[in-house]
Each structure stands twice: as structure tokens, then as C-alpha cells.
């Protein structure tokens, strides 16, 4: 295990950066076809254990909006990486919440249809999970703890104390939780709203929505914990954030035909 973790933290270092969609410098060295199966596999597994929404207007729903966002990634990206074919579910879950899988699977739970007040609403969310596909954040996330747990092996080889070893390792893994692994997560989250911004407009799913929903989030969600210390940016920093991007999204959904999913 110790070779197989020294082995990876050399070939992150001999291979350096690559870039995301949106010119991100970023490390995913794993293979896509292993996050594929991956993905597959929880996706099953979470199908199996968790009840679904088994209405046929609200899988249509969420289908329809979903092949909307896909066919315009398409054409927003058309350099990312796309899934030869994409799943969506709806769970009976009251949890305003929604994920995606490596190999485009999506899950969307039920409690966000109730926080949702219209289509373009539930495409920001929709948007927001492709993103994170086309983004490969799944991959960046896995081989970044990966890089994590080569650098404490490292730390633990050239330590010749126990004690000393772990004191390092617990001080390194604070360290390495604030100031490596939350504002990357925080860096994805961002990335992944501002291309499912671009993408719901070009979709033609009016972008402003996508401010009136996470207002609609903010509003259920109550208190939220600091930023530094979350994965997520919190709903100030996000609903600023897109609302600097709003001008652009704009000028793309003028110049589509708009989304007719309601079914």
C-alpha cells in the first residue's frame, strides 16, 4: 500500500497541471473509465436502498430538463469530456439536495421540487450537478485525498518517533482539511455554478432564476456555519457571485427559444 501511495504521489508530481472547462489549473489522474464504474456502482447501490419517486410527471419533469441541460452543455463545452449517456432519479428524500456521479449519473431529491418554485429553478440545481461532471471534480476530489494520504505516509516514513509521528499527522490533517481540501471543495462548487449558470441559459432556462432559488435556499436553510470551515460557499458569497455572471447569461438566453418542461 505504502509503494502504491509513493508511486502516486510521484506521478502527480512528474505530471503536473492540467485545466478545467473554465481554465482552472487542476490534478485528476484517475483513470475515467475507474470513476465510470464507480459512479455505476453507487448509483445502483443508492437506487437499491433508497425509496424513489416513482410519479411519472415528476420523472418526466426532471428527465425533460435534464436532456435540456445536457444537449446544451454539448454545445457551451465542446471540448469537455461528456458520458456517453446520462441517468437521472428522483428520491423520496425532504432534504433540498441533489448529486452527481463520475460517468453522469444524477440524483435529484424530492424535498428540492418542494424548494423549486418553477423549471428554470430546478435547472440551476440540475446545471449546477452536470457542471460537476463535465468538470471532472470527482476525479480532481479522489486524487487530491489520495495526494493527502501520500503526504502524511511521507511525513510518517522520515519520523522516527511515534509520538512525534502522530502529532504531525493529526496537525496535518487539520492543516490539510482548511487549507487544502474545503476551498478546493469550495473552488468546485463555485466552478460548477457558474458553467450550470452558462449552461441553464444557453438551455434557455432564464438565468435570474438561478439567483431566486438559492434565495429560496437560504430562506429554508436557516443559520449556516462559517465559510472557511464549509464546503460550500455560503448563500451571500454564491448568490453574489452569480449575480456578477447574470449580464452574460442573459445575452445567451435572448438568443435561445425558451424551455417548455412543464409537463
Known amino acids: 500500500m505504502k509503494a502504491l501511495i509513493l508511486s502516486l504521489a510521484a506521478l502527480i508530481f512528474l505530471t503536473g497541471c492540467q485545466e478545467s472547462p473554465t481554465g482552472r489549473n487542476r490534478l485528476a489522474l ?93 435547472a440551476t440545481v440540475v446545471g449546477h450537478e452536470i457542471a460537476h461532471v463535465l468538470a471532472d471534480h470527482g476525479n480532481e476530489r479522489l486524487t487530491q485525498e489520495l495526494g493527502l494520504q501520500a503526504g502524511m505516509l511521507l511525513i510518517g516514513l522520515f519520523t522516527e518517533s511515534e509520538i512525534a509521528e502522530d502529532q504531525i499527522q493529526q496537525a496535518l490533517g487539520i492543516g490539510a482539511q482548511l487549507g487544502i481540501t474545503l476551498p478546493f471543495s469550495r473552488a468546485h462548487e463555485e466552478e460548477a455554478d457558474l458553467m450550470g449558470l452558462g449552461i441553464m441559459a444557453r438551455a434557455g432556462f432564464e438565468p435570474d432564476q438561478s439567483v431566486r432559488l438559492w434565495q429560496n435556499m437560504a430562506r429554508a436553510s436557516g443559520a449556516q456555519p462559517l465559510e472557511f470551515l464549509s464546503t460550500h460557499p455560503n448563500h451571500d458569497t454564491r448568490i453574489a457571485s452569480l449575480q456578477n455572471q447574470l449580464a452574460a447569461a442573459r445575452s445567451v438566453f435572448e438568443t435561445v427559444p425558451p424551455a417548455n418542461c412543464q409537463i
Open 30 to 122: 484517475v483513470p475515467d473509465a475507474v470513476l465510470a464504474d464507480m459512479g455505476q456502482q453507487n448509483f445502483e447501490q443508492m437506487k437499491q436502498q433508497n425509496a424513489l419517486i416513482t410519479r411519472p410527471d415528476v420523472n418526466r419533469l426532471v428527465q425533460c430538463i435534464t436532456e435540456a441541460l445536457v444537449v446544451a452543455a454539448q454545445t457551451e463545452y465542446p471540448e469537455a469530456p461528456m458520458p456517453q449517456s446520462w441517468k437521472v432519479a428522483v428520491f423520496d428524500n425532504p432534504t433540498p439536495n441533489a448529486f452527481a456521479l463520475p460517468g453522469g449519473k444524477i440524483g435529484v431529491h424530492s424535498g428540492l421540487l418542494e424548494i423549486a418554485e418553477n423549471q428554470a429553478q430546478l
